[in-house]
C-alpha cells in the first residue's frame, strides 16, 4: 500500500510540555486521518480524527492539523501528562476502506 | 473497548503447523481487518473483508488465509508458508457505509513460533 511516514520515532518531554508528531502520505485519495493511541500489551484505541474537508480538530489536549497540499498531519498534545505515555500511530485511508499506518512514536512524559 | 473479541489471546506453534486466530464482533460492523504488528513496524495490513463472503489481500497476505462465511466473524489461518509468523496480531472492524469510520480493535492475539 501506500506510505505513511511518521516522526519522530521516539519522543521524550516532561510533564506539563507540549509534543508534537508529524506524518506524511502518498495517496492523494486519502480522505481519513485517524490517531491512535497504544498502551504496552493493549489494542490500539481512537484518540482523534480528521476528514480531508477540515483542516482542524481539537478535543481538549489534542489537536490534529491537516495540510492535504503538503500531504502532511500532525498531532498536538498540550499540558503532557505521564499517562499520556503510549506508542502513537497515525493513519491514513487506502482504497478499500482499509487503513495505512505509520510506524509508530514512542512518547514519554517524565514528571 | 467490549463488541470486539479475539481468541485466544497466547498461541504457541510449532513450525510446521497450521494455526487459526478467532475474531468475533457484535457491532454489526460490515468491514473486517487483520493487521500484523512487529516491534517498530506498525501495523501491517494481511486481509480484509467489506462484506460476507468476500475478501481482499493487503499488503503481506502471503502465508495467511481468512474466511468470511458470517458477517460476525473473520478467521485468520496461519499456514506452515508464512516463514515468520511470531507476531502481534490485531482483528478490527468498521462501518464505513460510504465513508470511513473508526476501527475498533480486538485485544490481540499473540503468536508465538517454537
Known amino acids: 500500500g501506500e506510505n505513511v511516514e511518521q516522526h519522530p520515532s521516539t519522543l521524550s518531554v516532561q510533564e506539563g510540555d507540549s509534543a508534537v508528531i508529524k506524518c506524511t502520505y502518498s495517496d492523494s485519495a486519502s480522505n481519513y486521518f485517524p490517531w491512535y493511541k497504544q498502551e504496552l500489551g493493549k489494542r490500539p484505541q481512537l484518540i482523534i480524527d480528521?476528514?480531508?474537508?477540515?483542516g482542524e480538530k481539537k478535543d481538549q489536549r489534542i489537536a490534529v492539523t491537516l495540510n492535504k497540499t503538503a500531504k502532511h498531519f500532525s498531532l498536538h498534545i498540550t499540558e503532557t501528562q505521564p499517562e499520556d505515555s503510549a506508542v502513537y500511530f497515525c493513519a491514513a485511508t487506502r482504497p478499500g476502506y482499509a487503513l495505512n499506518f505509520g510506524k509508530g512514536t514512542s512518547l514519554l512524559v517524565t514528571p | 473497548d467490549g463488541g470486539i473479541t479475539q481468541s485466544p489471546k497466547y498461541l504457541f506453534r510449532k513450525e510446521g503447523q497450521n494455526v487459526t486466530l478467532s475474531c468475533e464482533q457484535n457491532l454489526n460492523h460490515d468491514a473486517m481487518y487483520w493487521y500484523r504488528q512487529d516491534p517498530g513496524q506498525g501495523l501491517r495490513l494481511i486481509y480484509y473483508s467489506q462484506i460476507v463472503n468476500d475478501f481482499q489481500k493487503g499488503d503481506i497476505a502471503e502465508g495467511y488465509s481468512v474466511s468470511r462465511e458470517k458477517k460476525e466473524s473473520f478467521p485468520l489461518t496461519v499456514t506452515s508458508a508464512q516463514k515468520n509468523p511470531t507476531a502481534f496480531y490485531l482483528c478490527?472492524?468498521?462501518?464505513?457505509?460510504?465513508?470511513?469510520?473508526?476501527?475498533?480493535f480486538g485485544p490481540g492475539t499473540r503468536l508465538t513460533v517454537l
Open positions: 480528521i476528514r480531508s474537508n477540515v
Open positions: 478490527a472492524s468498521s462501518t464505513d457505509r460510504g465513508i470511513h469510520n473508526e476501527q475498533f
